[in-house]
């Protein structure tokens, strides 16, 4: 009885050797369902303000799908979706300096109001110009020049990410 035991787990050792070459997984893939570096991701997701209001979301539209690791998302976001699976859903909440840094006072700028587009000339209007990557929102406007704000318009702001995982490659 003894040496058949050891044959059939022999045989079963064999075969699960061949099933794993079968599948053709290097030791340097990410094999499991979850999310960790390198699995293209994709997920849904709402973005809310402390005061619950929604100011973001893609629920109703195309997920966003990206790779895990490669710096797509918020750094902070992204590493509180290691470990996820396709289904799972979780409420991220990041502080300003996890998320889009808190606000910088010497980020504001008066500039000449030419420089501001005819249809920004009004305070809350925001705008984008060739050769800054970002957006500039106009807090005040004067005869001959105008106040622009180059923050993030999250900067200083706690966000959370209500987000669920779609799937997991």
Excluded at 36 to 51: A, C, F, N, R
Excluded at 105 to 110: K, Q, W
Excluded at 114 to 127: H, L, N, S, T, Y
Aim: hydrophobic share 40%; proline share 8%; with cysteine.
């Amino acid at each position: 009885m003894y040496v058949w035991q050891h044959k059939f787990s022999l045989v079963h050792l064999a075969f699960a050797a061949s099933l794993l070459c079968s599948l053709n997984i290097s030791a340097n893939e990410p094999t499991s369902n979850t999310i960790e570096p390198g699995k293209v991701v994709s997920l849904s997701y709402t973005l809310k303000l402390p005061d619950g209001k929604a100011i973001g979301s893609n629920t109703d539209t195309y997920p966003i799908k990206y790779r895990q690791g490669e710096g797509k998302l918020l750094p902070a976001l992204e590493n509180a979706l290691v470990g996820l699976a396709a289904g799972d859903e979780t409420s991220v909440t990041l502080a300003p300096e996890d998320a889009y840094g808190p606000v910088d006072p010497d980020a504001t700028r008066e500039v000449p109001i030419e420089q501001v587009p005819p249809e920004a000339r009004k305070a809350g209007a925001v705008f984008s110009t060739p050769g800054y990557n970002g957006l500039i929102r106009v807090t005040e406007i004067n005869e001959d020049t105008a106040i622009v704000d180059l923050n993030h318009p999250l900067a200083g702001k706690t966000l959370t990410f209500d987000v669920k995982i779609l799937s997991v490659e």
